[in-house]
């Protein structure tokens, strides 16, 4: 799913006509078995609303998170949150009963300690 907005969705086909765009908008995620998986670039965009479930966290658990290593938080909710360090943004976890689910891009992720 793409977000785009509609002040553009007539504009969109005149500037493919001239321009090769290799992508348009902001990838929302991915839907899976009737659940949508947010997209790491949805987190990291300026669209995201304010009612979004946040949880800033301290530098060590944001490198633990940025290395994709088990983070041990305890966010008080159940379900999609976004990680936030000093207020910006880092990506998303999935609560569950008993683990959080660490959905930063593995290809990102920082190798050396």
């Known amino acids: 799913m793409i977000a785009m907005p509609l ?18 908008g902001v990838k929302m995620g991915t839907l899976i078995r009737n ?11 300026n669209i995201i609303s304010d009612s979004i479930p946040r949880l800033d966290i301290e530098k060590e658990t ?13 966010p008080g909710k159940k379900g999609w949150i976004l990680l936030t360090h000093m207020q910006l943004p880092m990506g ?22």
């Open 7 to 24: 002040h553009l969705e007539n504009e969109l086909p005149v500037i493919q006509s001239a321009l090769y765009l290799k992508k348009a």
């Open 35 to 45: 659940e949508l998986i947010p997209d790491h670039e949805l987190a990291v965009s």
């Open 62 to 74: 944001a490198l633990q998170y940025l290395r994709r290593e088990e983070i041990t938080t305890t």
């Open 92 to 113: 998303w976890i999935q609560v569950i009963t008993n683990r959080i689910n660490n959905y930063y891009p593995a290809s990102w992720r920082i190798l050396n300690k």
